[in-house]
């Protein structure tokens, strides 16, 4: 920009008329940049969420056509709570919480590392972040096929170390879902693991130089600089790490379909089974009302805390 | 002097260490790239041929590509449908950014909380009502629906207006007295100054379009239509037990996005660090 224009900035003084008109013409300007926006998110949001509130008071399978709507209360609030199947989703739901502290921690751990003590930064990053990066479907198939149970790699290498009986991780009830959290946890690190990285490099460096003026060792400045620093980006880590386990889909659809007997089923899973199998579209609303529920639950909790607990 | 090499011994142990542990996370990469060049008899043969003894890739991968589920249709499917969601999604969000951050008017402030709001609302908990919306109006088994439902990006126009943000008012202001319009101050002045932010998310829209996998499974129902993480699983089920085939499906649809984000690796990191600490 040159400097007579700089010389022009003030706007001409003017009649509030004028004034006005302009002002009008700010608004429609305004208006009209945001509006595709505004129209998308309305139609594809706002719509379907309102939607989706009052789908759950009624019971209506989508092949009976409009007619077949039939209003029922909450009569599909009362029947989740009863709904072993649902239960057993949430039960899950809240198991999978634990895969986030685990990831976190791994991620930290690694980030500071990657961060401080390590060559090859470039290529940790990169190696830790191909799970993350990778088409989740492909990977579920390789991992998959990995977990194989009577010839599979993972446990033809756990029988030359001597264990006989290897689990059957997918295919058995009892380790499906603990092996769907680990493979979660391994796809997990690479984002944590960058987001740590990018926290602790906002560290300003000359807090660690006082501290070993003062004679700090590693343990004392990392308790003392480096986690309470970090605790904005571990707060933020955990609740959209709490949000991404209420919304696990793919992985599941892809590897176990909420088996083997219902052990991997979890809520959107459930929800997507309910209205694209069972065609229970009034059910499965009330379904996604509890996920939103949950989510928004999540959120306000996240406001609220971040005032009271986070150090900046 | 001493003290140099105190530190440095350490350190390059450190790595060592490391090194052995992101074999954990290349491993089963490897593993797969190895498994699609093999014949199948030989997929589970123990202890693991790390290299195979016997090549059968140009069959594989031909079986991959031209077979059953021709990989090259979903190739172009996938690229076509992320390349224009992608493009939308940019300049619906930095349009929107751009009337949030630099054209004041009263509605704006209010306007831009309801948008942030719907952050909130979990894709799922909507699949339902979309659905059925886009049987009544025809989107239902289309690209064209399928691109609508990622372009509207709350997340993108809230990155982009960030940017806007730290652009000075007073480019704006003195091209207004010049007489230019906001969308001509938009095209060569906003936009400019923001291109590596709209690159950075313009990437990553396009890394979560492509492995997108829940939206093309609902939305989309005739084959010839599927994005290649739909027809990777379609593929997969199909084809049961031919897992060397399965390591070469899995293979072409991961290979394009790791390329992307090895060439883009600086774009992508920052982006997603960016992103996550802001957003």
């Not at chain 2, 290299?51 to 069959?59: D, L, M």
């Not at chain 2, 906001?182 to 950075?200: D, E, M, N, Q, Y």
Request: charged share 10%; aromatic share 16%; net charge positive.
């Amino acid at each position: 920009m040159s400097s007579t224009q700089a010389a022009l900035k003030k706007p001409p003084a003017s009649k509030p008329q004028k004034m006005r008109s302009l002002q009008r013409g700010e608004t429609l300007a305004g208006l009209l940049f945001v509006s595709p926006m505004l129209i998308g998110v309305s139609v594809l949001v706002l719509l379907p969420i309102i939607a989706t509130v009052v789908l759950g008071f009624a019971d209506w399978n989508f092949v009976q056509g409009w007619d077949g709507i039939r209003w029922i209360g909450l009569q599909n609030y009362e029947h989740l709570l009863s709904d072993s199947m649902f239960l057993r989703s949430l039960r899950n739901n809240l198991i999978f919480l634990l895969t986030v502290p685990v990831y976190m921690l791994i991620s930290m751990v690694l980030a500071i590392l990657i961060d401080r003590y390590v060559y090859l930064k470039g290529y940790f990053k990169v190696a830790y972040f191909m799970p993350y990066i990778s088409n989740i479907v492909a990977v579920a198939v390789v991992w998959q096929v990995l977990f194989q149970p009577s010839y599979g790699p993972i446990n033809e290498m756990l029988k030359a170390l001597g264990i006989s009986d290897p689990p059957k991780w997918i295919a058995d009830p009892n380790y499906a879902l603990i092996s769907i959290m680990m493979i979660s946890v391994w796809i997990s690190i690479g984002f944590n693991l960058i987001i740590y990285i990018a926290g602790l490099q906002a560290i300003p460096k000359d807090l660690y130089e006082a501290a070993d003026i003062d004679g700090a060792n590693a343990w004392v400045k990392f308790r003392r600089i480096t986690l309470p620093l970090l605790s904005p980006t571990s707060f933020f880590l955990l609740v959209t790490g709490i949000i991404s386990t209420f919304k696990v889909f793919d992985i599941i659809a892809v590897m176990t379909q909420g088996g083997p007997i219902g052990s991997t089923t979890m809520m959107v899973w459930y929800l997507y089974d309910t209205a694209f199998v069972n065609l229970k579209v009034g059910y499965a609303s009330s379904i996604g009302v509890v996920l939103f529920a949950f989510v928004m639950l999540i959120t306000l909790i996240q406001w609220i805390a971040q005032k009271k607990w986070v150090n900046y | 002097m001493q003290k140099r090499i105190s530190i440095h011994g350490p350190k390059l142990g450190l790595t060592v260490v490391m090194l052995a542990v992101s074999i954990l996370f290349l491993l089963p990469f490897f593993w797969m790239l190895m498994t699609s060049f093999k014949i199948e008899k030989d997929v589970f043969v123990y202890p693991i041929e790390w290299i195979p003894r016997q090549w059968n890739a140009i069959a594989n991968y031909k079986e991959v590509w031209f077979g059953q589920y021709p990989f090259y249709l979903y190739y172009w499917n996938s690229i076509k449908v992320s390349l224009i969601t992608t493009l939308i999604s940019c300049f619906v969000s930095s349009l929107a950014a751009y009337g949030f951050s630099k054209i004041r008017f009263a509605a704006g402030q209010w306007l831009f909380l309801i948008v942030l709001a719907t952050y909130m609302i979990p894709g799922q908990a909507i699949l339902v009502p979309q659905f059925i919306l886009y049987r009544n109006i025809g989107l239902f088994d289309s690209h064209l629906g399928l691109i609508l439902i990622g372009s509207f990006s709350v997340l993108g126009t809230f990155m982009l207006r960030q940017f806007f943000m730290g652009v000075h008012q007073d480019f704006i202001e003195s091209a207004k007295i010049d007489g230019a319009g906001h969308f001509r101050i938009f095209c060569s002045i906003g936009l400019p100054l923001v291109k590596p932010a709209v690159a950075t998310y313009a990437i990553l829209r396009f890394i979560w379009t492509w492995n997108d996998y829940q939206n093309p499974l609902i939305f989309l129902r005739t084959d010839k239509w599927f994005t290649l993480p739909l027809a990777m699983q379609k593929f997969t089920s199909m084809s049961g037990e031919f897992y060397s085939l399965q390591m070469a499906g899995a293979v072409s649809a991961i290979f394009p996005l790791l390329l992307i984000f090895i060439i883009g690796q600086k774009s992508v990191i920052q982006g997603i660090a960016l992103g996550g600490v802001k957003g």
